[in-house]
């Protein structure tokens, strides 16, 4: 199946960013429909878009960027116990200010995803490797 990755958090990385759009969304959904052209003009018939969505507005414009008109969400989700282990070892090594920022920031985007309730599918990684979570991605996906 020819496909294609992107990390949208590299897409969005540009300093400084709007007061109103702090996390430079908007910059990220314009560099995404760029890029979602160029896959298709090259073969690429799926595309994996990694990022954290929080809101049903931000699902419509990730949708619109793509330009496809099928869409599926997958939210990985895990208990704040995982997902703080989780960070720490992601994070270990750098600067002591970042972890609490990213842990504050979980709790935070954990309501949000849990108010939106766009998920499409759901997989609980809490018991699971990341090769175990890539395999029942692709697995839901139906690649």
């Given at each position: 199946?020819?496909?294609?990755?992107?990390?949208?958090?590299?897409?969005?990385?540009?300093?400084?960013?709007?007061?109103?759009?702090?996390?430079?969304?908007?910059?990220?959904?314009?560099?995404?429909?760029?890029?979602?052209?160029?896959?298709?003009?090259a073969?690429?018939?799926?595309?994996?878009?990694?990022?954290?969505?929080?809101?049903?507005?931000?699902?419509?414009?990730?949708?619109?960027?793509?330009?496809?008109?099928?869409?599926?969400?997958c939210?990985?989700?895990?208990?704040?116990?995982?997902?703080?282990?989780?960070?720490?070892?992601?994070?270990?090594?750098?600067?002591p200010?970042?972890?609490?920022?990213?842990?504050?920031?979980?709790?935070?985007?954990?309501?949000?995803?849990?108010?939106?309730?766009?998920?499409?599918?759901?997989?609980?990684?809490?018991?699971?490797?990341?090769?175990?979570?890539?395999?029942?991605?692709?697995?839901?996906?139906?690649?």
């Amino acid at each position: 199946m020819p496909h294609a990755l992107v990390d949208l958090n590299y897409l969005r990385l540009a300093w400084p960013s709007p007061a109103d759009d702090p996390f430079n969304l908007q910059l990220a959904l314009r560099n995404l429909s760029a890029v979602a052209g160029s896959y298709r003009a090259a073969g690429v018939e799926r595309l994996a878009v990694a990022y954290l969505r929080s809101s049903r507005r931000d699902a419509e414009g990730f949708a619109r960027a793509i330009g496809g008109d099928r869409m599926l969400v997958c939210r990985l989700r895990a208990r704040p116990a995982t997902v703080e282990a989780r960070l720490r070892h992601r994070h270990r090594g750098e600067a002591p200010r970042e972890l609490p920022w990213f842990l504050e920031r979980f709790e935070v985007l954990q309501d949000e995803l849990e108010a939106a309730a766009i998920d499409g599918v759901v997989i609980d990684v809490d018991r699971l490797t990341p090769a175990e979570v890539a395999r029942q991605v692709l697995e839901v996906v139906g690649w």
